[in-house]
């Protein structure tokens, strides 16, 4: 397995993950994010996993050294400015800032099993985003540029 593969895997085991706005129950009792975010949910990030059940507000990401946020909702202007090396995941509407570059549309491995392990923590996860395509940006430019927005391609 890739090394990415593996701290993605090993991020989601720990559970070292943030659900937001755990406001909502299923009927047997256990909580379901459908919360949103506000403002640079996730900034400064050094390693770790946040998921957003909902939207999140301006900057999510912001200057993270490392880790992944992932965003179910709309995400808010200038999602990883100034970013290292973290990864937002985009399942909603997403407009990367100017300092990222588009680089391909692929289906990442690690982002299925990823997702599969979210939707087995109540996680709205649905068969069209572990199958459907994600347009990679790379960024942010102004910065290392290692980073990288994954937005999930509808079409």
């Known amino acids: 397995m890739p090394n990415r593969s593996r701290s993605i895997v090993a991020a989601a085991a720990a559970l070292t993950m943030v659900l937001t706005a755990c406001s909502s129950t299923k009927p047997e009792g256990g909580a379901k994010p ?3 975010a506000g ?3 996730g900034a400064c990030m050094r390693r770790g996993l ?3 059940g909902g939207s999140a507000g301006e900057g999510v990401g912001r200057a993270s050294i490392a880790g992944t946020v992932v965003v179910f909702g709309t ?5 990883g400015q100034w970013s290292k090396r973290g990864t937002i995941v985009a399942l909603g509407p997403v ?3 100017a300092t990222y570059r588009y680089a391909c549309t692929y289906r990442p491995q690690y982002l299925g099993l990823l997702l599969r392990h979210l939707g087995g923590r109540r996680v709205p996860v649905t068969r069209e985003h572990l199958t459907g395509s994600y347009r990679r940006y790379s960024g942010d430019l102004a910065e290392l540029g290692a980073g990288e927005i994954l937005a999930w391609a509808t079409n």
């Open 75 to 79: 995400a808010g202007p200038n999602p």
């Open 95 to 97: 407009t990367p800032p």
């Open 34 to 36: 459908s919360g949103s």
């Open 39 to 41: 403002a640079e949910a």
């Open 50 to 52: 946040v998921v957003i």
